[in-house]
């Protein structure tokens, strides 16, 4: 039991098709994050919320959308996804947005785009 | 800007051998220094981290990595693996200021042979 929970695991989806992946956090922490993971690539971070505010957004395309409706839990909504984004998306949290901390990471989800 | 790399795709060690995976980071000031594991399916487990102090730091499951700032390297280690030790291995460098985000490595896969 890492502390964050990623639901589903698994998730198969078309492209017109609407899903959302969730992370819920019971650590206290004050800040949360959502990384895309890819064969062969770096984790490429795509959200940032702090006290459930948005802080960051690095340039991810609109089709993905977060919500974070208290401290201890956050969505990622997925609408008309693309092939490529086709990849293990992890949740992570820490205490505050200070790197001092390091992040709990959830098991994350697998998403498969057909 | 910050930057992590991690030199070795992937590497083959015997069981009971030593190990030693390198870290390379860029970055002006002293970093905060992480290493993480990935076990496969999973999310991403702290090993280790490194802030200040003692440059050789001890962290779980009998892995030790040692900060060489002449170097801007932090290379993990381990006297003697075991098959369990099989996994992916991610280097991650961060600052203590508000409104960043760690910065993870390619990763390095650690294959254990019998």
């Known amino acids: 039991e890492t502390g964050v929970t990623q639901t589903p695991r698994h998730l198969v989806m078309g492209m017109t098709n609407k899903k959302s992946l969730k992370c819920e956090q019971h650590?206290?922490?004050?800040?949360m994050y959502w990384y895309k993971q890819s064969a062969k690539k770096p984790l490429e971070l795509m959200f940032v919320?702090?006290?459930?505010?948005?802080?960051e957004n690095n340039s991810v395309p609109s089709r993905f959308s977060p919500e974070c409706p208290n401290s201890s839990h956050l969505f990622l909504h997925l609408h008309t996804l693309q092939p490529e984004d086709s990849a293990l998306y992890l949740c992570?949290?820490?205490?505050?947005?200070?790197?001092?901390?390091?992040?709990?990471f959830g098991s994350g989800t697998r998403l498969t785009v057909v | 800007a910050q930057s992590v790399t991690q030199p070795d795709i992937h590497i083959t060690v015997s069981e009971g051998a030593s190990l030693e995976l390198r870290c390379n980071y860029s970055?002006?000031?002293?970093?905060?220094l992480f290493w993480y594991v990935q076990s496969p399916g999973q999310g991403l487990q702290l090993l280790l981290k490194?802030?200040?102090?003692?440059?050789l730091v001890q962290g779980i499951k009998g892995f030790e990595a040692e900060f060489k700032r002449s170097q801007s390297s932090f290379n993990l280690r381990k006297p003697s693996v075991h098959w369990s030790d099989a996994a992916e291995y991610f280097c991650?460098?961060?600052?203590?200021?508000?409104?960043?985000?760690?910065?993870f490595g390619k990763g390095t896969t650690l294959s254990v042979s019998s």
């Open positions: 919320y702090s006290l459930e505010e948005r802080v």
């Open positions: 490194y802030f200040s102090g003692d440059t």
């Open positions: 970055y002006g000031a002293t970093p905060y």
């Open positions: 992570a949290s820490s205490q505050e947005r200070r790197q001092i901390y390091g992040y709990t």
């Open positions: 650590l206290g922490h004050n800040a």
């Open positions: 991650a460098v961060g600052e203590d200021q508000a409104g960043t985000a760690l910065i």
